[in-house]
């Protein structure tokens, strides 16, 4: 390092300290003192500190040997603590530099949370400063209106913790995806920075309801112990009751949401209520409930409620896939329950909220499984029918021959498939009799 940078990142260090209280110098140690560092150039040493260092008291964060090619060599040790001056002695109010927060507003069509290139953006979106927390554009808010591309951006910003939210023009129907809230809090430190925010916004439908991904997919809000096991969602009681939640927008023509727990493994509370599962479907404006109490219990707004005792509660429209069960009766928990919500009573368009919850009353070791989260009818539980053997010889003289179809990956729901008989080398009429007709598969029928 040239004499000139060595002194001008040496300057910068004493600078950034001097704020915090006098140098001092002594003659028999060459030191300069300020708070937090010493500079002790016959021995070659800087001697940096979070606080101010007392007579006999260092704390040795570099030593820079000096070199014997003396002065201009290289001090890298030096010129990297220089460096690091505005986070060791964070700038005063008079050396701050004004901040900017910039990003875009774009429509995620895929709902990955993520601003793909073929995704446009939303203009005319506002884009404010949220000072007093409230979610609305207030007087004297800063904020700026997002251009034809989407983009926006807030310059001149003082040091500070800001809360950036947008605002979509009217006649758009969209929700948050990323980030869920629709809100970012971004902090701008006085070095001049410029701090991105972008906001993605998702329209019409329910996305990432398989879980396949391992985390928390966009659009999703999570609260309390809720984890990501093999490509289903654990709501636990680490810490009482926990919460997995969704907005949506119901598109045109839909008929029905479905959703599916795996499993259940409640813990017995003793006197304590028993656990239980809730799902609700609210207005997200309002938060009243789309559909009626369920039927024989007080106190909830849920669509389903399912306790650790089996009992089992339905508001009127839902039901369970494949069972007969009726609300306030009980159902076996030893497998999954898929459930369907009839939504052919909600009008398209509807910004609705969907949420779990798992109700802790007791020790607090109740966990529940979800899975497969979407609009329409469950996917995945009915099963697929195949033939036992993929072949099957029978002589002339056998007289009947007997082909098992089987249910395999699946048995939940009634399944019915046609059959019927085609010649081959076989002639119909002359070398067997022709048969067709329909094969039924009730609930949990395998074969």
């Given at each position: ?16 300290a ?23 150039p ?25 070199s ?98 947008t ?12 980030p ?22 998702r ?11 391992g ?26 009751t ?32 028993p ?65 369907v919500?009839?939504l ?104």
């Open positions: 390092m040239s004499k000139p940078k060595f002194a001008q990142a040496i300057g910068s260090l004493f600078q950034r001097h704020r915090f209280s006098p140098c001092r110098s002594t003659a028999n140690d060459h030191a300069s003192r300020a708070a937090g560092l010493r500079f002790e016959l021995e070659g040493r800087i001697l940096l500190s979070a606080s101010p260092l007392a007579d006999g008291q260092h704390a040795e964060l570099s030593s820079v040997v000096e014997p090619g003396g002065e201009g060599t290289p001090w890298p040790e030096v010129f990297a603590y220089a460096e690091k001056a505005p986070e060791l002695f964070p700038p005063s109010a008079a050396e701050a530099q004004p901040g900017t927060i910039e990003g875009r507003v774009y429509s995620d069509d895929n709902s990955n949370g993520v601003a793909d290139p073929a995704e446009a953006g939303i203009a005319s979106a506002s884009v404010f400063l949220d000072t007093n927390a409230n979610g609305a554009l207030d007087t004297g808010e800063r904020n700026v209106v997002t251009n034809s591309t989407g983009a926006y951006q807030l310059t001149g910003l003082a040091p500070g913790t800001y809360e950036v939210v605002t979509l023009p009217s006649g758009i129907m969209a929700l948050p995806s990323q869920a809230t629709g809100r970012s809090t971004l902090i701008v430190d006085g070095s001049g920075q410029t701090q991105v925010a972008n906001f993605g916004y329209g019409a439908g329910l996305f990432g309801g398989d879980f396949n991904g985390t928390l997919p966009p659009g999703w809000i999570a609260a309390g112990d809720v984890t990501f096991v093999n490509g289903e969602v654990r709501l636990g009681e680490n810490g009482g926990s919460t997995l939640s969704y907005d949506f927008i119901v598109p045109a023509g839909t008929e029905a949401m479905s959703l599916i727990f795996p499993t259940f493994a409640f813990a017995s509370n003793g006197p304590n209520p656990d239980a599962i809730e799902v609700a479907v609210r207005d997200r404006q309002t938060g009243a409930s789309l559909f009626p109490r369920p039927t024989g219990l007080s106190g909830s707004d849920a669509v389903l409620n399912v306790q650790s005792n089996g009992r089992i509660y339905l508001a009127p429209g839902t039901t369970i896939f494949g069972r007969e069960v009726s609300s306030g009766g009980t159902i076996a928990l030893d497998r999954l329950l898929p459930v919500i009839d052919r009573g909600v009008p398209e368009g509807t910004a609705a909220s969907l949420s779990i919850d798992l109700l802790s009353f007791g020790q607090q070791a109740s966990s529940v499984r979800l899975d497969n989260v979407v609009l329409g009818i469950p996917q995945g539980i009915s099963g697929e029918l195949e033939f036992e053997t993929s072949a099957l010889s029978v002589g002339e003289s056998a007289g009947t021959a007997t082909l098992t179809v089987r249910r395999v990956n699946g048995a939940i729901g009634r399944v019915t498939v046609p059959y019927s008989t085609v010649n081959g080398s076989a002639t119909s009429g002359q070398d067997f009799v022709a048969s067709a007709g329909e094969l039924v598969f009730e609930t949990d029928e395998l074969t």
